[in-house]
């Protein structure tokens, strides 16, 4: 039975030497517009004729972020995913808008990496800081091997403006069937030096419980099911951990088991029972069941928050805590932790903010008593 007790952050000096880490975290799901169907990403995460969220709107949500970071004294992190955040055909004038009112020391994309490669040349040039490109299998080889150029041009711009090798990272996307071919990209990555990690594929399940298999299109399989964030996401996590066995085969399980969670670097301090601490990443609390978290006291809304395509506010991704705002109106920032009622926590930002398992506990991860 694990023993842990609180965690905290690793993602910089700072969240190892100071309890209250000095930073808040944005992550922005800019919009749902995507230029692609993946089989596993269902109607509420893409579709191809959303509409985007205007300057206007944007300015209002780093209008009210400036205040917070500076009343705080936070420094700032902000992460844009999506959809394909590069569709919006403004996504240059937010970065530089961001960049000038927030000046984040962390500025992080998350993209398909199907634009030109002039975009992501401009976005670093502009203030971005980190890109993470997302492999995805089930696109033709033609697609794919653009996206291989893609990635070492991007890799060479970071290397020769960072004296690190964490800017930029491929997350390989196991496809069911495609096991050969994630062993070549994975030996053809680490010829180049280009850091990737190995990610599972939670599928998608249809409104009756069906899951759905590779190339099936996402978006069509899932557009019916009840709106309801919350509903949906435990639904999800429901079946993921009932049908896991039944997505890959044994021997890509075994593959999965050994690959994932090949990290340089770790990401969060574990605080265990027997006062002991560990330092480790994210992915293996994933990879042993680690991660939950039930009952817990967690500091999403004050470490961190999660902006939805439709502007609405979170305190996560997990959507724990409800909305607190919207970018468009007022975002009320919480000033206490909340109660975790998930038994699986899946995303990396939730699992690394700070959280703590009883009140007599709260003073590792804070100086409150």
């Known amino acids: 039975m694990d023993q842990h007790i609180a965690l905290s952050s690793l993602e910089s000096p700072d969240h190892a030497l100071h309890k209250d880490h000095g930073w808040f975290a944005c992550t922005w799901f800019i919009g749902r517009r995507c230029n ?5 990403c269902s109607a509420l995460e893409h579709d191809n004729h959303s509409g985007h969220v205007s300057l206007e709107v944007v300015k209002s949500m780093v209008a009210q972020l400036k205040t917070h970071i500076q009343n705080k004294n936070k420094k700032f992190k ?3 995913t999506g959809g394909e955040p590069f569709v919006h055909p403004k996504m240059l004038d937010i970065i530089h808008l961001i960049k000038q009112e927030l000046d984040p020391q962390q500025f992080a994309f998350v993209t398909n990496g199907s634009v030109p490669l002039q975009k992501y040349e401009q976005a670093i040039e502009l203030g ?3 890109i993470t490109f997302s492999y995805h299998m089930e696109r033709s080889e033609k697609e794919r091997q653009k996206l291989n150029e893609t990635i070492k041009a991007v890799d060479k711009i970071f290397k020769s403006k960072f004296d690190n090798n964490i800017n930029m990272i491929v997350n390989l996307m196991m496809l069911p069937g495609k096991l050969n071919e994630i062993k070549d990209m994975m030996e053809d990555f680490e010829q180049h030096e280009i850091n990737y990690t190995i990610r599972d594929i939670e599928p998608n399940f249809t409104a009756n419980g069906r899951m759905i298999r590779p190339y099936e299109p996402g978006y069509e399989l899932t557009k019916h099911i009840k709106n309801d964030e919350a509903f949906r996401y435990k639904n999800r996590q429901d079946n993921v951990k009932k049908t896991a066995e039944n997505y890959y085969t044994q021997e ?3 593959f999965l088991e050994s690959a994932m969670s090949k990290t340089d670097w770790n990401n969060v301090r574990v605080y265990n029972q027997d006062g002991s601490t560990e330092e480790t990443h994210t992915d293996e609390l994933i990879k042993h069941g680690r991660t939950n978290f039930r009952d817990w006291r967690c500091y999403v809304g004050i470490d961190h928050m999660y902006v939805d395509w439709d502007g609405r506010v979170w305190t996560a991704l997990c959507r724990q805590g409800g909305v607190i705002g919207n970018i468009s109106g007022k975002i009320n920032f919480p000033q206490q932790p909340i109660k975790c009622w998930l038994d699986y926590c899946r995303c990396n930002v939730n699992i690394w903010t700070r959280k703590y ?8 991860v ?3 008593q």
């Open 252 to 254: 890509e399980r075994d």
């Open 128 to 130: 971005v800081t980190h």
């Open 36 to 40: 692609y169907d993946c089989s596993y």
């Open 366 to 368: 804070t100086d409150e």
């Open 357 to 364: 398992k009883a009140d007599t506990h709260k003073h590792l």
């Open 78 to 80: 902000m992460s844009i």
